[in-house]
């Protein structure tokens, strides 16, 4: 990823939440499919001596169906997460770079002004360099939470 500057950054931030969203809600439908095969599967335990042989196997079959469908999207959607969760690494990364240069780039400034100031020269603070630090920050943070939330999505679509 080239180095990019905050708005970039928030937006490539923006476009992964919603990659992630969709994830999640993709887990969410099948988790509710697993558990109405789960359920259907007990209703079956229960009749199955009341039934055809053939009508039985037929369940069993559509309801295996179901738990592989699921399992198999699960984990094709956790590759995918996967994808996700290494550019988010890589923002983090860059956001980090960024936030480290604003940090140097605050101190060099504090170091220049103390200097003028000792030689009676006022020099006044760049509050873009403070501005800087404030945003790296607050996006590293939304990053990380990011990253987590992606983390548990990917496990539990590995888990399906």
């Known amino acids: 990823m080239a180095n990019k500057n905050i708005d970039d950054r928030k937006k490539t931030l923006d476009g992964l939440q919603d990659k992630i969203e969709k994830k999640k809600v993709r887990l969410d439908q099948l988790e509710q499919a697993k558990s109405e095969a789960r359920e259907q599967r007990m209703v079956l335990e229960n009749f199955e001596a009341q039934m055809d042989d053939d009508a039985a196997d037929t369940l069993w079959s559509e309801i295996n169906e179901v738990y592989e469908r699921v399992s198999e999207e699960g984990k094709e959607l956790s590759v995918e997460m996967v994808e996700e969760i290494t550019e988010l690494d890589s923002l983090k990364e860059e956001t980090q770079e960024s936030l480290d240069a604003a940090k140097e780039a605050q101190a060099a400034e504090h170091q220049l002004i103390e200097s003028a100031k ?4 006022i020099v006044p603070e760049s509050k873009n360099i403070g501005q800087n630090i404030t945003d790296n920050t607050s996006l590293l943070s ?15 679509l590995g888990m399906l």
């Open 142 to 156: 939304d990053i990380q939470k990011k990253m987590q939330e992606a983390n548990e999505i990917s496990q539990k």
């Open 118 to 121: 000792a030689n009676g020269i």
